[in-house]
């Protein structure tokens, strides 16, 4: 699942990885990825952090919250070079930072990764 609240971003992840053989939920805000995981989503995340109302950080305390995390894979991807202390906080709950710009190839070795990792 793709939760950014940028258009392009959500278009351009959705072919790539539909291109390498994956099932790609994307959705724009943070209510969506809890609402997606409450119908039963499991697998990798990729989570923007700056989206309005509810950023990646708020998702994941969500997330946590309603103990939604099981069966998940949450990397944040985002613009930020830098984490925010929140990272501190949510580490756990987090496998990785990933910045944009990606480099797509990476991005899907990554998360073919965690795939592997977890099956």
Same mark, same amino acid.
């Given at each position: ?13 959705r072919e790539l ?13 943070? #209510? !969506?990825?809890? @609402? ?5 989503? &499991?697998?990798? $995340?990729?989570?923007? =952090?700056?989206? /309005? ?22 990397s944040m991807l985002t613009? #930020? !070079?830098?984490? @925010? ?5 949510? &580490?756990?709950? $987090?496998?990785?930072? =990933?910045?944009? /710009? ?18």
């Amino acid at each position: 699942m793709v939760v950014d609240d940028d258009p392009y971003i959500l278009i351009t992840l959705r072919e790539l990885f539909e291109e390498y053989g994956f099932e790609v939920y994307t959705v724009p805000t943070g #209510k !969506d990825c809890i @609402d997606e995981l409450k119908h039963g989503f &499991k697998g990798v $995340i990729l989570m923007d =952090i700056m989206m /309005p109302i509810m950023n990646g950080w708020d998702t994941i305390r969500q997330i946590v919250k309603e103990k939604l995390y099981k069966g998940i894979i949450i990397s944040m991807l985002t613009a #930020k !070079d830098l984490p @925010d202390p929140d990272i501190t906080e949510l &580490k756990r709950y $987090i496998k990785d930072y =990933i910045t944009k /710009p990606f480099n797509p190839e990476e991005l899907v070795s990554i998360v073919n990764n965690y795939y592997k990792k977890n099956n």
